[in-house]
């Protein structure tokens, strides 16, 4: 039986942005739920805005309109489909550079290597998160990314991008990209 082909990095790189397209629209939604329930004020004896999934899903599409599940989708599609294919054209060069020429990779070391070449692949994009995050956020209506950059820029200048870059690279960095076992 002939050996399978391995497809070229062009290939595989086409492939990881299409597949990562698809799961950030598909997903978006959720996300954008996640961060309504998480930013919401609390006040005691006042009952929450949001109060699981399904009810801000409903509350949002019903108040703001299906689309506002969708905020901040340009960003995200931008992190996404460029955070995938810098962790996967990392992952080989950072996992040859874990053991001597000709010596067999280990399964942790495979896994050490998705995960530090996620790592940084998502350090690039954390400001793509930043501006996502805020366009979720925004109950009223949509909010041009221009504008949120310019405001993150003015209120805490160019680290400001990198807010929450050490828990997002613990969500995502640590997911072994790419294991050959």
Known sequence: MPEAKKPDPLSRVGASIFGSAVAEVVTLPIDTCKVRLQLQHVEAGVAPRYSGMVSTAMK??????????????????????????????LYEPVRDCMVAPGEQVALWQRLLAGGVSGGIGIAIMNPTEVVKTRMQANTGSSIPMGKIVGEVLKKDGITGFWAGVNPNIGERGVRAERCDV
């Open 60 to 89: 949002v599409a019903s108040e703001e309109g299906a689309a506002a599940l969708f905020k901040g989708l340009v960003p995200a599609l931008l992190r996404q489909c460029s955070y995938t294919p810098i962790a996967m054209l």
